[in-house]
């Protein structure tokens, strides 16, 4: 590692030394950035870096809730709201047992250099918690979700602080949360996206993070003269980046075999088309299912308990579930077995080490931060329509998601074309990112 990263990783890792998510985030952007601060004089003595690794602000507080039996649960709440130097705080809510303020904070600081690639104006900040929503009834999500926004409303609001969702937060969610927020405010504004489309809503916002991150995954094909056509594809994950990530890889002619969930993966080795990914849909979005039970309606597939999909042969590989889901040797396999592209659907599912054998192999690989914007880049036209009161078609919306996926891999090229043409896009992500909120920072000054 480099000597400068080094020292400075060494100052965050006294004052965070108990969240390896969070310091394996700001490592990743760190490496990059920071001899770009040292080639560039106007972010010399300013210590932009060690300002954007402090929260500006962090809230925890306590859920009480009773359960279906009457019996009263204690979860924990929090709100991350990491910078707001370009625009309001904005993010998602994630629901899970795993959640904790390294998760946060790294989820937060991700959000941030995202934000900032858009082109819209939005700070950075996540939250969320511990309540884990599965086997849970409909009314105990909606008195979760309440007792949640009885205390989170103080403080975001739609020029402050902008929440949406995230693992385990989704359109039912969003709902119970925003009934709870306009009745102790006593107002109607966009201040959650995600909203439904008859209550402030913008078209393509639930396709948004899937659809952008194939998108990207086609910029980056299209560069090589390449497409997603007849690509084999392997996909993690059966939650909402991975439905619309598959859905829109099967809409240009790529051939999906596996999704996942937490308990193991599935691979069909036929394709899941158009009308067994409704399927998959319906089964999590409305039964609330298992991605094992998809083998039950189509017996030429297979369910592999407890493993990931990254062992199966593939073109191109999309990780949309969670962090820290593919690691070195899954890696080493995916390269091994000819994978020419992986794009991060989720935040942060690959490990350091691992997108080192990306790089090394020279594939296509493409970061949460760039591919995955797509969501929050929705949320900011959802942002626009609210302030706007007026609402965009499904075409409208869909043009400027494609255009805003374009810039973003143009960003990335430009700050991350080497010299033998390869694209580091980690690399052009986390710079270009940081640009935007540094120079933004200098402008108003030490606050
Ligand atoms: P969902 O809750 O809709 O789906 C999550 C999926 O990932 C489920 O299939 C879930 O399986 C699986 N999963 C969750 N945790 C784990 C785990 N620890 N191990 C294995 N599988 C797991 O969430 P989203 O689809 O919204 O989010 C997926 C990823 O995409 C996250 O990293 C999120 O931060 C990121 N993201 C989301 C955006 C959005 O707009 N929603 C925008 C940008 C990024 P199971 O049901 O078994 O838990
Ligand atoms: O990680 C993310 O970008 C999201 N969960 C979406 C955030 C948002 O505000 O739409």
């Known amino acids: ?184 405010r006593n107002e109607f504004t966009g201040v959650l996206t995600g909203k439904g489309l008859s209550w402030g809503g913008s078209q393509i916002r639930p396709e948004a993070t899937g659809y952008g991150a194939v998108y990207f995954a086609d910029s980056m094909l299209k560069r090589k003269g390449d497409e997603i056509k007849n690509k084999i594809i392997l996909i993690s994950g059966s939650g909402n980046v991975a439905e619309y990530a598959a859905e829109k890889c099967i809409q240009l002619g790529g051939k999906v075999v596996t999704m996942s969930d937490s308990s193991g993966y599935i691979y069909d080795k036929d394709g899941i088309n ?69 794009t991060e659907g989720a935040n942060m599912p690959s490990t350091i080490e691992a997108v080192t054998v990306f790089h090394k192999a020279k594939i296509l690989f493409a970061p949460g931060k760039a591919s995955n914007a797509g969501g929050v880049a929705t949320s900011g036209l959802e942002m626009t329509q609210n302030a706007l009161r007026y609402k965009w078609t499904r075409m409208e919306v869909d043009e400027k998601l494609k255009d805003i996926m374009k810039d973003i891999h143009a960003s990335c090229e430009q700050y991350g074309a080497e010299d033998d043409g390869f694209v580091n896009y980690v690399k052009g992500a986390n710079i270009a990112g940081f640009v935007k909120v540094a120079d933004a920072m200098l402008a108003q000054g030490v606050i």
């Open 1 to 184: 590692m480099d000597k400068r990263v080094q020292e400075f990783m060494e100052t965050v890792k006294v004052r965070n030394s108990h969240e390896p998510e969070f310091l394996q985030a700001v490592q990743e952007v760190a490496e990059t950035v920071i001899p770009y601060i040292y080639e560039h004089d106007i972010y010399a003595g300013k210590n932009i870096l060690s300002r954007i690794v402090e929260p500006e602000r962090l809230i925890s507080f306590r859920v009480c809730w009773v359960d279906d039996d009457g019996v009263i649960q204690i979860n924990r709440g929090y709100r991350v709201q990491m910078n707001s130097a370009i625009g309001p705080y904005k993010g998602g809510l994630r629901f899970h047992p795993t959640v904790n303020q390294s998760v946060l904070k790294f989820l937060a600081f991700e959000q941030v250099f995202k934000n900032s690639l858009t082109t819209l104006p939005m700070g950075g900040g996540k939250g969320g918690s511990d309540f884990d929503p599965k086997g849970k009834s409909d009314d105990e999500i909606m008195r979760f979700c309440h007792a949640f926004m009885s205390e989170l409303f103080r403080h975001i609001g739609h020029d402050t602080d902008v929440p949406a969702g995230d693992i385990g937060v989704g359109a039912r969610e969003v709902g119970y949360l925003f009934g709870m927020y306009k009745k102790l």
């Open 274 to 342: 158009q009308e067994k990914l409704d399927f998959i849909k319906d089964l999590k979005n409305v039964k609330r299912g298992r991605i094992s039970e998809y083998v039950k309606e189509y017996p030429s597939a297979v369910f592999h308990q407890g493993k990931t999909p990254w062992s199966e042969k593939c073109d191109m590989a999309f990780p949309c579930a969670t962090q820290n889901e593919l690691h070195k040797e899954d890696a080493e396999t995916l390269v091994k077995n000819g994978c020419i592209c992986v």
